[in-house]
């Protein structure tokens, strides 16, 4: 991996985000709206549900990013007629994702804190996390995990322009497996094997063992245990994103499909 | 070429075009999944929430209606700022033709997709998650839908006017597809909120096509109704009329400082 490339891809997206408010959207606004509808719905605002929502709405509004900076970014690319320039230059393509991924992470880190502000004040909700700094190490991890799923969503929107289709069928289902909304056990039976192969439901499930004391973790194994299962997938997420991604580029650079919009 | 020529032309270009960029069934697909899985969002957490005023049907119905919002008002309020952003703002407001009558012919395909994405969901909503519609009147259902579609592209057109004056019209487009899940009484009563945003909640016409479509799946006929339906209507001609004020507002700005060249 080229690291100076990954830091030039980090830099350009941070000066998007500035740049193009409509970043807004997925990092601050759909985040405090969900959070805001998940607690009205709940009678009580007891401890365990106020966590539960905040999860739920970061969760949401690190999705929105990962979808937003690691895959529609591509779609621009393409639009705007870059895709060529960055398949053409001796950078490689998952350099730069993986960069503008590393953005939407530090990004998630920031949502969540201000939807955790946000839910202090506007619900006066009692919040408290039984030990902090494992919470924010499993958030990264969580975060990262989530980042590498928009790498292999990445990869969808090389091959196609019609790839946008893709992740708008797949936002809800993400946030709804990854059991940041509602436990996995409240979910279908049929959907818990798809959570058990998603990586941010066993870093949501260390987030919450590592908040609420003495919770039993839904796939057992703790909350260290869940966390490091997180992260072997997150690791083959990356492997099967890097394998692809050299695949697809040398199948798009030769078709020449990645011109077409 | 009248306004009536221009809608119709620009309906078929916009729906061509559409369809070459996207296959129908992908698109369908689309609409078909979207509408499903945002239900079963909100399903799953009115299970799990074990709130008695916040019921599956409840959220379920409140759902039917928002589906439009989420197909129709998005897609149609971010038509311009769409157009804007692939640069064909500039040659379109070249032509002759009315810049609202243009808009409004796109509209037509997402209208469309707001019908589509409603009847499924009512689909969904008897056939998946169990609700019982045997004591539905459907002709209220369909003015519902109906009504709700109409003023809900009337307040899109109104919102995405706004983006031939600013960079962009899709972060309002955004917002206002969002908020209707917080404030239109779709997922939980509006009597949860501080009366301020009541007071809000009321100009948009989400509240009424909710309020109705809840009164309808009960049975009540068109006269039980008629009060939403009826603010319904007014809301909604009243943004068509605001959106053909603002159009004319901000194309002529847009014009005099070169703005709909601003990306």
Redesign the interface.
């Known amino acids: 991996m080229n690291t100076k490339a990954v830091r030039a891809s980090f830099k350009q997206q941070l000066i998007q985000f500035t740049a193009d408010?409509?970043w807004?959207?997925p990092s601050i606004?759909?985040p405090f709206?969900?959070t805001?509808?998940?607690l009205?719905?709940?009678?009580e605002k007891s401890d365990g549900i106020v966590l539960q929502a905040i999860l739920g709405g970061g969760v949401l509004g690190m999705w929105g990013n990962t979808l937003f900076a690691s895959s529609f970014t591509l779609s621009y690319d393409r639009?705007n007629g870059t895709l060529d320039n960055i398949l053409m230059s001796p950078t490689q393509l998952f350099d730069v994702i993986v960069g503008r991924s590393l953005w939407n992470t530090f990004i998630g880190l920031l949502n969540m804190l201000l939807v955790y502000i946000f839910a202090k004040l506007v619900f006066s909700a009692p919040i408290t996390i039984a030990d902090p700094v494992a919470f924010v190490v499993i958030l990264t991890v969580t975060l990262l995990s989530l980042a590498s799923i928009g790498l292999l969503f990445a990869l969808a929107f090389v091959l196609s322009?019609?790839s946008y289709?893709l992740t708008?069928?797949l936002?809800?289902?993400i946030?709804?497996l990854s059991g940041a909304?509602?436990?996995i056990t409240?979910?279908p039976e049929w959907s818990q094997p798809i959570s058990m192969v998603l990586a941010p439901a066993w870093g949501v499930e260390a987030l919450r063992a590592s908040a609420i004391p003495g919770y039993e973790t839904v796939f057992g194994f703790g909350m260290v245990g869940n966390a490091l299962v997180c992260v072997g997938l997150m690791i083959v997420y990356i492997a099967l994103a890097w394998f692809f991604m050299k695949k697809i580029v040398k199948n798009v650079i030769e078709t020449g499909s990645f011109t077409r919009y | 070429m009248g306004c009536i020529g221009v809608v119709i032309s620009s309906a078929v270009t916009y729906t061509r075009n559409k369809f070459q960029m996207v296959p129908l069934w992908l698109w369908l697909l689309q609409i078909v999944c979207t509408s499903f899985f945002s239900m079963f969002f909100f399903v799953i957490l009115a299970d799990y929430v074990s709130n008695p005023e916040v019921t599956v049907r409840y959220v379920v119905i409140g759902n039917v209606v928002q589906s439009m919002a989420a197909t129709t008002l998005y897609a149609v309020s971010d038509l311009p700022g769409t157009e804007k952003h692939v640069g064909t703002l500039s040659p379109l407001m070249q032509t002759p033709a009315n810049l609202f009558c243009v808009f409004l012919g796109m509209s037509i395909l997402n209208i469309v997709a707001g019908l589509i994405s409603s009847t499924l969901s009512l689909g969904y909503a008897q056939f998946v998650f169990g609700i019982d519609l045997t004591m539905a009147n459907f002709l209220s259902v369909a003015v519902i839908v109906l009504l709700t579609v109409f003023s809900l592209t009337g307040f899109g057109m109104m919102i995405g006017s706004v983006g031939l004056r600013l960079r962009t019209s899709s972060i309002i487009a955004n917002i206002v597809s969002y908020i209707g899940l917080l404030i239109c009484g779709v997922n939980f009563p509006l009597s949860y909120l501080p009366e301020w945003v009541q007071a809000v909640a009321s100009a948009f016409p989400l509240t009424y096509g909710v309020d109705a479509m809840r009164g309808a799946v009960d049975g009540a006929n068109i006269l039980d109704i008629g009060g939403d339906l009826l603010t319904m209507t007014i809301l909604g001609l009243v943004y068509f009329i605001i959106s053909l004020v603002m159009f004319r507002m901000f194309e002529k700005l847009a014009r005099n400082n070169g703005s709909y060249e601003m990306f």
């Open positions: 408010p409509q807004i959207i606004v759909a709206l969900f805001a509808v998940m009205m719905m709940y009678p639009m322009r019609r289709i708008s069928i936002e809800y289902p946030y709804v909304v509602v436990p409240m979910l």
